[in-house]
């Protein structure tokens, strides 16, 4: 999933039979819990199977609340967030642009969910911020919130800002939610950003990364996502014309979930 996922236990006796998918012991990976991950597709790429309809309707599906967008884990959202907030406030210390004794002008918050990361750390860190999520049961929670600009349901593969006069964006943060997008329609996603970003702005990509001993991405049928490794990342960024700037593993969760990374990205 693209939320934070435990690989090594079910947190229920039917949580395996509802993936309906076979799973292998990956007792080659870095963590020290055994970690249990599906078998990538046998035919094609894992994201060709991607189907973004079923996404939406898991996810509209899904309780809009904390533990609904985070798989059942809220307790991981606290140290994420602090994790994500000291990260940025590296990025600023070394910037120009964007000192940290002001505040940022607009930042967006991509794949938004029910604003959790709006309302935990983004809408303190910017005088605005911007939605984009596609499951309107999840941006009815946000409308109205402080410092909460315009909201666009619409999902990031179709999301135009640069065509639609959206931005500038200071920091357009991408969380828990690439993994909807193929490979394709990531490339063309994170193309079209340099255009509607500050200069010295970020793009941030904070993902659960794969890591499947057969180092592949790994496709979850459950709410239709890709779990991709921190190589494929690399690679993305690279044919998306983006220089990574910093990358930092996220600390301090619970054994046995994915590990996460942070990416900061600007144009080349
Ligand atoms: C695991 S939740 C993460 C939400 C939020 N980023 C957070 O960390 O709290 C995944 C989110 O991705 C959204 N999503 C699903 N398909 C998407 C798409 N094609 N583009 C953008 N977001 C999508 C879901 O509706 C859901 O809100």
Same mark, same amino acid.
């Given at each position: 999933?693209?939320?934070?996922?435990?690989?090594?236990?079910?947190?229920?006796?039917?949580? $395996?039979?509802?993936?309906?998918?076979?799973?292998?012991?990956?007792?080659?990976?870095?963590?020290?819990?055994?970690?249990?991950?599906?078998?990538?597709?046998?035919?094609?790429?894992?994201?060709?199977?991607?189907?973004?309809?079923?996404?939406?309707?898991?996810?509209?599906?899904?309780?809009?609340?904390?533990? +609904?967008?985070?798989? +059942?884990?809220?307790?991981?959202?606290?140290?994420?967030?602090?994790?994500?907030?000291?990260?940025?406030?590296?990025?600023?210390?070394?910037?120009?642009? $964007?000192?940290?004794?002001?505040?940022?002008?607009?930042?967006?918050?991509?794949?938004?969910?029910?604003?959790?990361?709006?309302?935990?750390?983004?809408?303190?860190?910017?005088?605005?911020? &911007?939605?984009?999520?596609?499951?309107?049961?999840?941006?009815?929670?946000?409308?109205?919130?402080?410092?909460?600009?315009?909201?666009?349901?619409?999902?990031?593969?179709?999301?135009?800002?640069?065509?639609?006069? &959206?931005?500038?964006? !200071?920091?357009?943060?991408?969380?828990?939610?690439?993994?909807?997008?193929?490979?394709?329609?990531?490339?063309? #996603?994170?193309?079209?950003?340099?255009?509607?970003?500050?200069?010295?702005?970020?793009?941030?990509?904070?993902?659960?990364?794969?890591?499947?001993?057969?180092?592949?991405?790994?496709?979850?049928?459950? !709410?239709?996502?890709?779990?991709?490794?921190?190589?494929? $990342?690399?690679?993305?960024?690279? &044919?998306?014309?983006?220089?990574?700037?910093?990358?930092?593993?996220?600390?301090?969760?619970?054994?046995?979930?994915?590990?996460?990374?942070? #990416?900061?990205?600007?144009?080349?």
């Amino acid at each position: 999933m693209s939320s934070p996922k435990r690989k090594s236990q079910p947190s229920s006796d039917n949580e $395996f039979e509802s993936a309906k998918k076979p799973r292998i012991t990956d007792e080659n990976s870095d963590n020290d819990a055994a970690i249990e991950i599906p078998i990538t597709a046998p035919n094609g790429a894992p994201d060709s199977h991607i189907n973004v309809e079923a996404a939406i309707a898991y996810w509209s599906s899904t309780e809009a609340t904390v533990s +609904g967008v985070l798989g +059942g884990y809220p307790q991981v959202s606290r140290i994420d967030l602090q994790g994500s907030s000291n990260f940025l406030a590296k990025l600023r210390r070394q910037s120009k642009h $964007f000192p940290p004794s002001k505040k940022l002008r607009r930042a967006v918050d991509c794949g938004a969910g029910i604003g959790r990361i709006t309302a935990g750390f983004l809408s303190k860190a910017a005088e605005t911020v &911007d939605i984009v999520e596609p499951v309107k049961s999840f941006t009815d929670q946000i409308k109205g919130k402080e410092n909460v600009g315009e909201v666009y349901n619409v999902g990031l593969e179709a999301w135009h800002p640069d065509q639609d006069g &959206d931005g500038p964006y !200071d920091l357009i943060w991408n969380q828990w939610c690439l993994g909807q997008l193929t490979d394709a329609h990531l490339v063309e #996603y994170l193309k079209r950003l340099p255009r509607v970003l500050s200069q010295g702005g970020w793009i941030i990509v904070k993902e659960n990364l794969s890591n499947h001993h057969l180092n592949v991405d790994v496709y979850d049928e459950t !709410d239709s996502s890709v779990t991709r490794t921190d190589a494929k $990342f690399r690679k993305l960024f690279e &044919d998306a014309n983006l220089t990574l700037v910093s990358t930092e593993l996220q600390k301090g969760f619970p054994k046995g979930l994915y590990p996460v990374r942070a #990416y900061a990205l600007q144009p080349r």
